[in-house]
Structure formats: C-alpha cells, structure tokens
Nanobody, 115 residues
Framework: QVQLVESGGGLVQAGGSLRLSCAAS????????MGWYRQAPGKQRELVAT???????NYADSVKDRFTVSRDNAKKTVYLQMNSLKPEDTAVYCC?????????WGQGTQVTVSS
C-alpha cells in the first residue's frame, strides 16, 4: 500500500519559515511528478508548487520567490521550503504524487501564520 505522509507544519509568525516534507512509502517502482497543494478555510484547493521526476519546478504566482520545492529521489521525499511566510499562506498543505502511475494524496499538514 503506497502512502504519502507530510510533516513539518506548525505555527509561525509572519516573515518566518517552515520546511514541509512528504515521504512516500510502500511498494514503489516509479515516483514521478510530485506537488504541493493547499486549502484555506472556505476556499478551494489550489496548486502551490510541482516538481517533475527530473527536478523541473513550477510555482503559483503567489509563492514565487518565497517557496522552493525540491526532492530527494533516493529518500522518496519531496520538500517545500517556505520563507517570508504571510498570514494568507495559512492553510492545510497536502502532498500529491504520481506513484507507480497512480495519483496519491497525503493527509495534509496544517500551516498557520500569525500576523
């Protein structure tokens, strides 16, 4: 059974930083495109950042130059470094991944940015 498990969320003051991790486990023979999404209360889920198997990245305009997505294929882990956090970044952050050519979601981790 493939699982994606996020960690690293928490409470931080505006201007601070957090690093999220998403670890894939189970019987994995192909770890392809991975991404981070977030959903704030009362809002639709939105794309934050994606990274291909080869490391090509894409970001939402709202997080460009503040967030960095990366991956360690040997560890089957994707990271999201979040700097200069703003209150509007408050949301549940979920990891999404194409694992063995199927889409999987993590359970999410809460990020709260206080003003």
């Amino acid at each position: 059974q493939v699982q994606l498990v996020e960690s690293g969320g928490g409470l931080v003051q505006a201007g601070g930083s957090l690093r999220l991790s998403c670890a894939a486990s189970g019987r994995i023979f192909s770890l392809n495109d991975m991404g981070w999404y977030r959903q704030a209360p009362g809002k639709q889920r939105e794309l934050v950042a994606t990274i291909t198997r080869d490391g090509v990245t894409n970001y939402a305009d709202s997080v460009k130059d503040r967030f960095t997505v990366s991956r360690d294929n040997a560890k089957k882990t994707v990271y999201l470094q979040m700097n200069s956090l703003k209150p509007e970044d408050t949301a549940v952050y979920c990891c999404n991944g194409n694992v063995n050519f199927r889409a999987y979601w993590g359970q999410g981790t809460q990020v709260t940015v206080s003003s």
